[in-house]
């Protein structure tokens, strides 16, 4: 399945746009470590072993993710934690060529994320190979406030599921820690549940606006081997992408909320911003983005371009930019000042 993921992701042309790593999750590794104290790959879902397959993914142009636990076994408890191992695991990791690791936190003896976690951290600097730190331990202890000096991301919420409640109030809840995010470190709501079936094409273009904007790590979380058209059109939006890819590094904020009505903002290099005008209640409703609330001059002329319909709208535009959006959708624009 791993190879076929990483033969899809370069197939669908997915990779062009930056996704780059194939992530393992939890239960890769056997119960029970070697006569060293390694952890073992499972040997019948890895039978040529971990060093072969990052191989393999690294041969496609694309990087390999595996996950651990800071504790002394993962949440599923089905193979052991890094707790007490972080130097050898990290080791490990480097010699068989992995790039990213996501690091749970089930399982613990007690002490505090801000303990465990920089034990690792140090593990993965001696390792002697570059490997992403993804911090998840799900926005229990605040990361935000300190991840940014233990890893390169720190999950701000608890896990996601394929529903609208779930996904909006992800949003919500990483929306709050804004100003901690910087090139480097970026905060995580977790991966996107576009193509799984439990929100509307509107709502998933929501999700993946609202992840873009944000500049949180785009994890896809559907089967890539069997991506539809419409999965494929909403993922692999290049210029939404380009949002959560500017190399600016900001991440957006609400600047505007009235019911259930929200305008967030943020800046993007050039001078320009991302707007996203996002509905969701249930009725169809005109919404306003004012330039006095994005950190646009008021007697601003600018350009707007829609991201979603790919086309520069034909006006421009003072103060402010006024659309109609129907129900659990959104509008998404880039604005450029002219004048």
């Not at 940014?148 to 701000?156: E, M």
């Not at 609330?293 to 600018?302: A, H, L």
Request: proline share 5%; glycine share 8%.
């Amino acid at each position: 399945m791993i190879r076929e993921t990483a033969d899809a992701l370069v197939s669908t042309g997915l990779y062009k746009h930056g996704y780059k790593y194939v992530n393992i999750d939890d239960c890769w590794a056997e119960l029970s470590r070697d006569d060293e104290g390694k952890l073992v790959p499972k040997k019948s879902t890895f039978p040529s072993g971990m060093k072969a397959l990052a191989d393999y993914v690294h041969n496609k142009g694309l990087k390999l993710g595996i996950y651990s636990d800071a504790g002394y076994l993962t949440c599923s408890k089905k193979m052991p934690g890094s707790l007490g191992f972080e130097e050898l695991d990290a080791k490990t990791f480097a010699e068989w060529g992995i790039d990213y690791l996501k690091y749970d936190n089930c399982n613990t003896d007690g002490s505090k994320p801000t303990a465990r976690y920089p034990v690792m951290t140090r593990a993965l600097m001696k390792a002697g190979r570059p490997i992403f730190f993804s911090l998840c331990e799900w926005g229990d202890l605040h990361p935000a406030l300190w991840g940014s000096t233990v890893g390169n991301s720190w999950r701000t919420t608890n896990d996601i599921a394929d529903n609208w409640d779930s996904m909006i109030s992800r949003a919500d809840e990483n929306e709050v820690y804004a100003e901690y995010a910087r090139p480097g470190g970026w905060n995580d709501p977790d991966m996107l549940e576009i193509g799984n079936g439990g929100m509307t094409k509107d709502e998933y273009i929501i999700h993946f606006s609202l992840w873009a904007i944000s500049k949180a790590p785009l994890i896809i979380g559907n089967d890539v081997r069997n991506t539809s058209k419409e999965t494929m059109e909403i993922i692999a939006n290049k210029e939404v992408i380009a949002v959560n890819q500017d190399k600016l590094g900001i991440q957006a904020k609400k600047v505007r909320m009235e019911g259930n009505l929200e305008v967030w903002a943020g800046p993007l290099s050039g001078y320009r911003v991302a707007l996203l005008l996002l509905n969701r209640g249930p009725d169809r409703t005109p919404m306003t983005g004012y330039w006095d609330d994005i950190g646009i001059p008021p007697s601003s002329t600018v350009i707007a371009r829609d991201l979603w319909k790919h086309k520069t709208l034909k006006e421009s535009f003072v103060g402010n930019l006024t659309e109609t959006v129907d129900p659990h959708s959104c509008k998404m624009y880039i604005l450029k000042p002219i004048a």
